[in-house]
């Protein structure tokens, strides 16, 4: 199968979720049950990384009418989520501004236009507060979430005047597609964020960035078996799967310092460690269910597998719950609970 193909998400306040004082098995609970109320059917997400040559000195800042004019273009074609790089318009002086301010207003009538989601970092001024900030329009141009990157660049970021303020929450937001978490460029050093996404339920973790980050991005896919998509200033953008397979490394691809990379994600597609799922449960699905679901992917030094609806109307994730498989990130966070346990911890 074509990879592009192959790889044919959910904080404001609602419909938003931000890590707090809950344990992993806590929200992975959660998580799975907000998963249940999307995963009726297989959900295919048509994303795009829409990505410029740049940095962030005042001479170098791509217009803000060409970054439209691209995302009009882009849109147009159909798609259901855009992300466009870290500080798309640049910091420094003169580059702070509001959500009402010009960037988000053209964002959010395009997003409105064309019914999609878009991604939106911005150089964000809140009262006499700086943030460097990744703004979610909903496809009625509407902010639905803010996320704050938590680990801005020192000395570059907090020492600027006035000084990026670090974020302090995780953030989640379900869409109509799914469920989609945050993190920016420098982030990428901390697994405790990426941590808390997976608890939090993120099927897909957008990366708005200044830098590619490499192997340092394929980490956290594998430990969290999310799909990562990101959109750089390089300019590219790297898609990886939910089990840490670099599907897409897009570079300057469209030429004169853009690169837009455009892939369809399948949101419903679920990974699994092989303890107590095979063979057992794992062959009585697939003797019932062959013609709907199968296993995709078998990777044996990980003892991990991937299963896949095979058409729409069916859902491999609500398929694997009736016969009582056990996702392998809810595995991993019982098992932790459970082994604290054994050490003689207690829980509320």
Not at 33 to 57: C, E, H, P
Not at 148 to 163: F, L, S
Not at 261 to 269: A, F, I, N, P
Not at 326 to 333: A, D, G, K, Q, V
Request: with cysteine; glycine share 8%.
């Amino acid at each position: 199968m074509e990879r592009r193909q192959f790889v044919k998400g959910a904080a404001v306040a609602i419909g938003a979720v931000a890590y707090g004082a809950h344990g992993p098995l806590t929200l992975a609970q959660e998580a799975e049950q907000q998963d249940t109320a999307l995963a009726k059917t297989r959900r295919i997400v048509r994303a795009v990384s829409v990505s410029f040559k740049s940095n962030v000195g005042v001479q170098t800042v791509v217009p803000l009418a060409r970054i439209a004019e691209r995302v009009d273009r882009e849109a147009e074609q159909g798609t259901d989520l855009i992300i466009l790089p870290e500080h798309c318009q640049g910091c420094n002086d003169r580059s702070e501004e509001t959500l009402d301010g010009p960037t988000i207003t053209a964002m959010a009538r395009l997003a409105r236009k064309h019914r999609t989601y878009i991604v939106c970092p911005i150089d964000r001024k809140d009262g006499e507060m700086r943030f460097n900030s990744s703004v979610l329009l909903n496809r009625e141009g509407k902010v639905v979430c803010i996320y704050d990157k938590v680990y801005p660049v020192y000395p570059n970021e907090c020492e600027m005047h006035p000084p990026d303020r670090p974020g302090d929450l995780a953030r989640v937001y379900k869409a109509d597609f799914g469920k989609v978490g945050f993190a920016t460029c420098f982030d990428v050093n901390w697994t405790s964020l990426w941590r808390k996404l997976s608890y939090l339920g993120a099927e897909l973790v957008v990366f708005p960035s200044a830098y590619s980050a490499g192997r340092s991005l394929q980490a956290h896919a594998i430990d969290y078996n999310y799909y990562v998509m990101s959109s750089t200033r390089i300019p590219d953008c790297r898609v990886y799967d939910i089990d840490g397979e670099l599907l897409v490394n897009d570079l300057e691809n469209s030429g004169n310092g853009v690169n837009v990379t455009r892939v369809e994600l399948d949101m419903d597609r679920c990974i699994f460690h092989q303890d107590g799922n095979m063979p057992g449960k794992l062959n009585r699905l697939l003797q019932d269910h062959g013609n709907d679901v199968e296993r995709e992917k078998w990777l044996p030094m990980e003892g991990w597998f991937v299963l896949r609806a095979k058409h729409s109307g069916v859902s491999a994730k609500e398929l694997a719950k009736q016969y009582g498989l056990e996702t392998l990130r809810h595995y991993i966070n019982r098992s932790q609970c459970e082994i604290d346990q054994c050490r003689g911890w207690e829980f509320a």
